[in-house]
């Protein structure tokens, strides 16, 4: 048995794996690991059915045909021809329309590859690649967004305190599936069950009675979609009218509580309640019992996130917290440095919090950068462009083709492409685009330090794996497969000095503010050393990055969204918009595009992805369980399958994303269950995400249903 962990999600599950001749043939938990102590999930425990998949990619391809259609054919090539030409082919361009010509575009799963992440960093760094993208865009760039202008920092995420908690709300997120995002936790819902059983009261804010919901682990406050904004204000105002902020906190660590005050005026709980479809009194029933708990805690997802104002929503979240006197405090919400305070890493001047980059093209409108990355619903569209197009697209562990909104509109961008390079596992909806698919190594397959959860850690704790097995056929590690090309270009690279490359030097650095290095994590017991768990006390003096040490409790950057904030209400009120509104399902049998192509998932009731509604909502068309329908938005429209729900409110209907493959021979099971591409419906281009995050609107949205 070898000790190693899971890079999939953040809690970055301890795990054991089995191996034969060779190959990993079992993972299962790790029952003697000090934190995640035992507990796994199916995302981690299926991980080898990746990676022992026979559709994996084994060696460098390289598109035959010119037509950049799914399907070509690919051809073998080595390592040298392959980054040869590559080489030659960046650089000619770069030579001929600048470094502006060259984009990245970067996937989730380079978030848990800590040497892969510092070498593309290196990498864009040297091509000065100006135009990057990533998922992030898609799930959560909002935080960043938020954290910068509230808390001086893009790396600053206090997380709930469940296990001293005394009140508990959780917007937008379903623990029992998903596991959490932005807190790094083992089994949450074995935490949620034991702050029920101690007393705490918890809420799940949600349009769905999703599974995390049970007697022993919390209640339902069943929310409309993309209304979330208008509720947390409500709290707020409520909150202000009890006379339950805490002054004396604001006072000593927070700045423009005037501004904050001004903007929950109108938002009382009579006011938003037909919006939220939550009666007022419950909402000031909340509203108090939040601000009278003696600790109390709040926390949000993805569910929040990608609506249309997923920042205020992140803002707000963070004002629940401060001006009740619960950030920093034991029992709400608190910063976990872990064995490096990334907190500071993400520090921004108070000048770069603006939409003033002289970088930037005008025609969009205004546009900023969020941790460096553009709006991804903006990728066709820099594409096309007639002055200074992308040329060169660079695609890292990522599937935009599925992942983003406007499918038929990326593919005839991609088209204008000059080169198109993808490095990942699989030749997925993305790759059969390419004119390079490289292979990469998978988690498995190299040596990796648990940096995902890093500031986020519930328990912090930091874990060393070596490579389980050696990557197979001629697969290569992520920073081999960059600092080579680098190297064919001309530019520096690790490979320069001769030698083993210095790969951990960095990383040393960090883990030497906790007293660590690689070596000494390696050589403890279960590769793993265990840190001191959060707590309170530093986070205004050693944590906060602004530059007066205060909480903004109003940043400026919010100006113009603020204003926009009644429109958006109005049309909420506006009985002419589509019957329904459309929100993403999570579901344990898809991950992203991750899970795509594993026999375990495709049962037999989940080889597709039908539109979950109501069985209200089904009689109300005079539709039946199962029956074909057309589901329209303004971006476009798709034919489903009715799956009766009923976890779902009236007027909200669902669709698993990650689906859509029928045009990818290169994962075959995943064509022959292909689903469909809920992200058709989705609005793309100009006025598609939130501009504060460039965050993309993904939930909430207008569709109507009809039979088909």
């Given at each position: 048995?070898?000790?190693?962990?899971?890079?999939?999600?953040?809690?970055?599950?301890?795990?054991?794996?089995?191996?034969?001749?060779?190959?990993?043939?079992?993972?299962?938990?790790?029952?003697?690991?000090?934190?995640?102590?035992?507990?796994?999930?199916?995302?981690?425990?299926?991980?080898?059915?990746?990676?022992?998949?026979?559709?994996?990619?084994?060696?460098?391809?390289?598109?035959?045909?010119?037509?950049?259609?799914?399907?070509?054919?690919?051809?073998?090539?080595?390592?040298?021809?392959?980054?040869?030409?590559?080489?030659?082919?960046?650089?000619?361009?770069?030579?001929?329309?600048?470094?502006?010509?060259?984009?990245?575009?970067?996937?989730?799963?380079?978030?848990?590859?800590?040497?892969?992440?510092?070498?593309?960093?290196?990498?864009?760094?040297?091509?000065?690649?100006?135009?990057?993208?990533?998922?992030?865009?898609?799930?959560?760039?909002?935080?960043?967004?938020?954290?910068?202008?509230?808390?001086?920092?893009?790396?600053?995420?206090?997380?709930?305190?469940?296990?001293?908690?005394?009140?508990?709300?959780?917007?937008?997120?379903?623990?029992?599936?998903?596991?959490?995002?932005?807190?790094?936790?083992?089994?949450?819902?074995?935490?949620?069950?034991?702050?029920?059983?101690?007393?705490?009261?918890?809420?799940?804010?949600?349009?769905?009675?999703?599974?995390?919901?049970?007697?022993?682990?919390?209640?339902?406050?069943?929310?409309?979609?993309?209304?979330?904004?208008?509720?947390?204000?409500?709290?707020?105002?409520?909150?202000?009218?009890?006379?339950?902020?805490?002054?004396?906190?604001?006072?000593?660590?927070?700045?423009?509580?005037?501004?904050?005050?001004?903007?929950?005026?109108?938002?009382?709980?009579?006011?938003?309640?037909?919006?939220?479809?939550?009666?007022?009194?419950?909402?000031?029933?909340?509203?108090?019992?939040?601000?009278?708990?003696?600790?109390?805690?709040?926390?949000?997802?993805?569910?929040?996130?990608?609506?249309?104002?997923?920042?205020?929503?992140?803002?707000?979240?963070?004002?629940?917290?401060?001006?009740?006197?619960?950030?920093?405090?034991?029992?709400?919400?608190?910063?976990?440095?872990?064995?490096?305070?990334?907190?500071?890493?993400?520090?921004?001047?108070?000048?770069?919090?603006?939409?003033?980059?002289?970088?930037?093209?005008?025609?969009?409108?205004?546009?900023?950068?969020?941790?460096?990355?553009?709006?991804?619903?903006?990728?066709?569209?820099?594409?096309?462009?007639?002055?200074?197009?992308?040329?060169?697209?660079?695609?890292?562990?990522?599937?935009?083709?599925?992942?983003?909104?406007?499918?038929?509109?990326?593919?005839?961008?991609?088209?204008?492409?000059?080169?198109?390079?993808?490095?990942?596992?699989?030749?997925?909806?993305?790759?059969?685009?390419?004119?390079?698919?490289?292979?990469?190594?998978?988690?498995?397959?190299?040596?990796?330090?648990?940096?995902?959860?890093?500031?986020?850690?519930?328990?912090?704790?930091?874990?060393?794996?070596?490579?389980?097995?050696?990557?197979?056929?001629?697969?290569?590690?992520?920073?081999?497969?960059?600092?080579?090309?680098?190297?064919?270009?001309?530019?520096?690279?690790?490979?320069?000095?001769?030698?083993?490359?210095?790969?951990?030097?960095?990383?040393?650095?960090?883990?030497?503010?906790?007293?660590?290095?690689?070596?000494?994590?390696?050589?403890?017991?279960?590769?793993?050393?265990?840190?001191?768990?959060?707590?309170?006390?530093?986070?205004?003096?050693?944590?906060?990055?602004?530059?007066?040490?205060?909480?903004?409790?109003?940043?400026?950057?919010?100006?113009?969204?603020?204003?926009?904030?009644?429109?958006?209400?109005?049309?909420?009120?506006?009985?002419?918009?589509?019957?329904?509104?459309?929100?993403?399902?999570?579901?344990?049998?898809?991950?992203?595009s991750w899970y795509q192509n594993v026999p375990q998932l495709k049962r037999p009731d989940q080889q597709d992805n039908p539109l979950h509604m109501s069985p209200a909502d089904i009689e109300a068309l005079g539709l039946s369980a199962g029956a074909s329908v057309t589901v329209r938005s303004d971006a476009g429209a798709l034919q489903a399958q009715v799956h009766a729900d009923d976890s779902l409110l009236p007027g909200v209907v669902a669709m698993v994303h990650g689906w859509g493959n029928q045009r990818t021979p290169?994962?075959?099971?995943?064509?022959?269950?292909?689903?469909?591409?809920?992200?058709?419906?989705?609005?793309?281009?100009?006025?598609?995400?939130?501009?504060?995050?460039?965050?993309?609107?993904?939930?909430?949205?207008?569709?109507?249903?009809?039979?088909?």
């Open positions: 048995m070898t000790n190693t962990f899971c890079r999939v999600c953040e809690p970055s599950c301890a795990l054991k794996a089995e191996i034969a001749e060779g190959r990993v043939t079992r993972l299962k938990p790790d029952r003697e690991h000090p934190v995640t102590a035992g507990f796994a999930c199916h995302k981690g425990l299926y991980y080898t059915a990746i990676h022992n998949d026979p559709d994996r990619l084994d060696h460098p391809l390289r598109r035959r045909s010119a037509s950049r259609q799914p399907g070509a054919h690919f051809e073998a090539v080595s390592w040298d021809d392959a980054l040869g030409d590559i080489a030659t082919r960046l650089q000619q361009i770069r030579d001929t329309h600048g470094n502006t010509a060259v984009a990245g575009y970067i996937g989730n799963p380079m978030a848990f590859n800590a040497l892969g992440t510092e070498a593309m960093e290196a990498f864009l760094r040297q091509l000065r690649c100006q135009r990057l993208f990533s998922s992030a865009t898609q799930d959560c760039s909002n935080k960043f967004a938020g954290a910068e202008a509230v808390f001086g920092t893009s790396t600053l995420h206090p997380v709930p305190d469940l296990e001293h908690t005394d009140y508990a709300l959780i917007f937008g997120e379903n623990p029992k599936v998903s596991h959490m995002s932005f807190v790094s936790i083992a089994d949450p819902m074995a935490k949620f069950r034991a702050a029920v059983k101690r007393g705490a009261k918890v809420w799940f804010v949600n349009p769905r009675r999703i599974e995390a919901v049970t007697p022993s682990t919390g209640d339902w406050l069943p929310v409309r979609p993309d209304t979330d904004l208008y509720l947390m204000a409500a709290l707020l105002h409520e909150l202000d009218q009890a006379g339950l902020f805490d002054d004396a906190v604001i006072r000593e660590h927070g700045k423009h509580i005037d501004g904050l005050r001004d903007f929950i005026a109108p938002w009382d709980a009579d006011t938003v309640a037909p919006v939220t479809g939550i009666p007022a009194d419950d909402i000031r029933r909340i509203a108090l019992e939040f601000g009278r708990a003696e600790r109390a805690c709040v926390h949000m997802s993805t569910g929040v996130n990608m609506g249309r104002h997923g920042t205020l929503c992140y803002w707000l979240l963070q004002m629940l917290a401060f001006v009740t006197g619960n950030l920093d405090r034991r029992g709400g919400n608190l910063y976990s440095p872990g064995f490096y305070p990334a907190a500071k890493a993400g520090r921004i001047a108070p000048e770069q919090v603006s939409f003033q980059d002289p970088d930037l093209p005008e025609h969009y409108g205004p546009l900023r950068r969020v941790r460096g990355m553009l709006p991804g619903n903006l990728l066709p569209d820099m594409i096309e462009q007639e002055e200074a197009p992308i040329r060169a697209l660079i695609v890292f562990a990522g599937n935009p083709l599925l992942s983003m909104a406007g499918e038929a509109r990326l593919r005839r961008a991609f088209e204008k492409l000059e080169l198109v390079v993808v490095l990942d596992l699989f030749r997925n909806a993305t790759g059969e685009l390419a004119d390079y698919l490289l292979p990469c190594a998978d988690m498995l397959e190299r040596r990796d330090l648990n940096i995902c959860g890093l500031g986020m850690q519930v328990q912090p704790f930091v874990q060393y794996t070596d490579a389980v097995v050696p990557p197979a056929a001629e697969r290569r590690e992520e920073w081999w497969i960059l600092h080579r090309l680098l190297q064919v270009m001309g530019l520096p690279s690790l490979f320069d000095q001769g030698g083993e490359p210095p790969l951990f030097q960095r990383l040393d650095r960090m883990l030497s503010r906790s007293g660590l290095s690689v070596k000494a994590v390696r050589e403890a017991p279960g590769h793993t050393v265990v840190l001191s768990a959060p707590d309170a006390g530093r986070f205004y003096e050693d944590w906060i990055q602004t530059e007066d040490k205060r909480v903004d409790c109003c940043p400026a950057l919010f100006h113009d969204a603020l204003s926009e904030v009644r429109a958006h209400f109005a049309a909420l009120q506006d009985q002419q918009t589509p019957p329904f509104r459309l929100i993403n399902l999570r579901t344990h049998y898809m991950h992203n290169g994962l075959r099971l995943a064509m022959q269950h292909p689903g469909t591409n809920v992200n058709v419906l989705l609005p793309s281009g100009p006025g598609s995400y939130e501009r504060l995050s460039n965050q993309a609107f993904m939930t909430g949205i207008p569709v109507q249903v009809q039979a088909s």
